[in-house]
């Protein structure tokens, strides 16, 4: 039945699952591996997803299984290396995967203990396997999503954040993941859970940059749980190069009185897509979804978001935005569950995008579905050129046509830029926007 | 200053403007009036270059240079400024940083050093003065949620800054009242001089009652049809357009 190009891949990650198994001795018989057994499962029996499934109607992953990858290379980067990212000096907590590998020497942990745990996913199966135990895996559902089964399968290593109750972690956490694709194509599987209890607050970031020109695969999940009236900033940034190759799904499960607040900026990379789900399981929560896409060339960007409002009270509030030059394309599908039980539901959904080529293209699809009856839920997308009334009174005041074009697609940009709230992190990506335009 | 020779331009397939001649030298205000429908907005657009008219014969000379020539930047580098009927809103750039922007663009068209950020803000404080525009509105995306006569006094505000050769007033008073048309007024009135001139499109004479034009125009059906000194606008405050509308038909 399953007779794509892809079984090679899947055989291999197969054969490979296998392999390790029979080297792991006792710890197989581990609950996290019995739940990583489980996903292996479920990937055999999904396989990858082919353009004939909904979900991945626009986004074909053809190409990516059809590369040969090198898992988890090791690659000890120093910081030389790193300069060629040229990134600023991120204040706060760093830490830096390369190859999905913690790079300690890297890495600085500057918040008290008394404010968070921080620990590696390799590290959190030693020392806390019980917390594990009660979070892993049980909010990223990888029973329809062939990726985060494979995801939960492999992952051996990421960051496993815990804020305890009442307390606000001051610095910023940025999670640094590069894929150093120097010399072979390589791929990682990153994985990361965020425990944000009650009343607690943090602002993380996770940053995706690639060195090198071969290709590189990333598979990444990120778990958050955000408990009750807890607090959480979460910004994903996307650097990567033309040949890399993104998977990744962001999972928020919120309790009462919570707040999520996120954006996902994407300025460069071959094939990415996000997806970020939000269940909010409380009522009275808020989630703030900004999202910016910039793809040139051949980029690819998808970003689909699902909000599940399963409470009453509650908030969400959505605005995309895309920039689409050249041969690329972008996809926005925005999903927005109102359950029977969700009333006096609020949630507002808004896609825009300038399309400033004729052979970019940009396909967009809001999807409600509203089962309760006393519930405010708007939805707008609009995709066209650039404001011509606009270009013109610019250059009218002497601005020349290119220059007046970069001034308006920034203007566009910094709608959504200006909502990220760590500065140094904000200031880095209006540089970034800036360049992308001047080149 | 400014020569125009037979001016043809078309919208599509409809020829709008049919055989403009008009001359205007420095120092000088000319007057457009004209029924609504009679091109005075396309002449404008046309002069500023707005792609969206075809120029189908005739030519502009602007000091000696061919103006068609040039895109609309070029001709605001070259000296000329049009005032909008409709300023258009662009949510995310402040007025004070999109004018910096076009000065800085006009001078270095020109071969001069941009202004630093002293000297703009000293300029900047100096003109605001001249049409009493206030500077929370300069820090405000341009235009956006700005009412009729705020648009209106912030299009003269950058006239004032950019200091055009040729100021074109594209119904600078409509959706004014009488106390912001005098404001805009008084900003277009300092800044006359030998050196600048400046066309006035308007449809009603109110305007010209505060800014006093050397020579007005009539246009209708898309050519000048009668000439004239200001007096020629207090008659067709008076009589309207009907008799020149009447003239022209039995001619």
Not at chain 1, 233 to 238: R, S
Not at chain 2, 76 to 81: L, Q, S
Not at chain 2, 169 to 175: I, K, N, P, R
Request: charged letters at 25%; a negative charge; hydrophobic letters at 40%.
């Amino acid at each position: 039945m399953n007779n794509q190009p892809n079984n090679d891949l899947k055989s291999k990650l197969l054969a490979d699952f296998r392999t390790s198994e029979e080297r792991m001795n006792g710890a197989s018989k581990s609950a996290l591996h019995q739940i990583r057994r489980e996903a292996l499962n479920q990937f055999d029996r999904l396989g990858f997803p082919t353009v004939k499934h909904e979900e991945w109607k626009y986004t074909n992953v053809n190409s990516l299984i059809k590369e040969v990858f090198e898992f988890n290379a090791s690659s000890e980067l120093t910081v030389e290396d790193l300069a060629q990212l040229e990134s600023s000096r991120l204040d706060g907590n760093v830490l830096y995967f390369v190859n999905g590998q913690y790079q300690p020497h890297l890495s600085k942990i500057v918040s008290p203990a008394s404010q968070l745990t921080i620990t590696t996913l390799a590290e959190a199966v030693k020392t806390t396997p019980d917390l594990l135990h009660q979070y892993f895996a049980k909010y990223a559902d990888f029973q329809d999503n062939a990726f985060t089964a494979l995801n939960t399968a492999f992952a051996q290593d990421g960051v496993v954040i815990n804020v305890p109750a009442n307390t606000t972690v001051e610095a910023s956490t940025i999670l640094r993941f590069v894929s150093d694709a120097r010399h072979l194509n390589v791929a990682s599987q990153p994985r990361n859970l965020f425990i944000v209890n009650t009343n607690a607050e943090i602002k993380i970031a996770e940053s995706f940059r690639t060195l090198g020109d071969q290709a590189s695969f990333t598979n990444v999940v990120t778990e958050i749980v955000v408990a009750e009236d807890a607090r959480v900033e979460y910004y994903k940034i996307q650097n990567e190069s033309d040949m890399a190759y993104h998977i990744g799904t962001t999972q928020v499960h919120q309790k009462d009185r919570s707040h999520f607040y996120s954006a996902t900026v994407t300025l460069d990379g071959g094939f990415i897509r996000n997806n970020l789900n939000i269940a909010l399981d409380g009522s009275e929560c808020e989630a703030h979804m900004y999202g910016l896409y910039f793809p040139n060339g051949r980029q690819h960007i998808d970003n689909h978001t699902l909000v599940d409002h399963r409470k009453p009270n509650s908030h969400s509030n959505e605005l995309y935005k895309g920039i689409l030059e050249d041969r690329s394309t972008g996809v926005f599908n925005g999903k927005i569950f109102v359950r029977e039980d969700a009333q006096k539901t609020n949630a507002y959904q808004s896609c825009k995008n300038v399309v400033l080529s004729n052979d970019a293209t940009m396909n967009t699809k809001p999807q409600l579905e509203i089962f309760a009856d006393d519930v405010k839920c708007s939805h707008g997308t609009t995709t066209g050129k650039l404001n011509e009334e606009a270009l013109f009174y610019l250059r009218s005041r002497g601005i020349p046509k290119v220059e007046a074009q970069s001034l308006l697609m920034y203007a566009f940009a910094e709608d959504v830029i200006k909502k990220i709230k760590i500065d140094t992190l904000r200031e880095q990506l209006e540089r970034r926007i800036q360049a992308k335009l001047a080149r | 200053m400014l020569t125009i020779s037979n001016l043809q331009a078309s919208i599509g397939s409809k020829e709008i403007l049919k055989g403009i001649n008009l001359e205007v030298k420095a120092g000088e205000i000319h007057a457009i009036m004209g029924p609504n429908g009679s091109g005075k907005s396309t002449l404008a657009s046309v002069l500023a270059g707005r792609e969206d008219y075809d120029v189908t014969d005739g030519s502009v000379l602007f000091e000696g240079k061919d103006l068609l020539d040039l895109a609309p930047e070029e001709r605001a580098a070259e000296g000329i400024f049009l005032a909008f009927q409709y300023p258009v809103e662009i949510p995310g750039v402040s007025t004070t940083n999109f004018l910096k922007t076009a000065m800085n663009e006009i001078r270095k068209y020109r071969g001069l050093e941009p202004l630093d950020a002293v000297q703009f803000l000293k300029l900047m404080k100096e003109k605001m003065k001249l049409v009493n525009i206030d500077q929370s509105l300069l820090s405000r995306s341009l235009n956006e949620g700005f009412s009729g006569g705020e648009k209106k006094r912030n299009e003269v505000f950058q006239m004032a800054m950019l200091e055009p050769k040729l100021a074109i007033l594209d119904e600078t008073d409509s959706g004014l009242d009488i106390d912001a048309l005098r404001i805009v007024a008084e900003g277009v009135n300092q800044l006359r001089s030998p050196e600048r001139a400046t066309i006035v499109v308007t449809h009603y004479q109110r305007l010209l009652d505060y800014i006093v034009p050397d020579y007005v125009h009539v246009l209708y059906k898309g050519r000048i049809v009668k000439s004239g000194p200001k007096e020629l606008a207090f008659e067709l405050e008076e009589k309207g357009y009907d008799w020149i509308k009447a003239e022209v038909e039995t001619v």
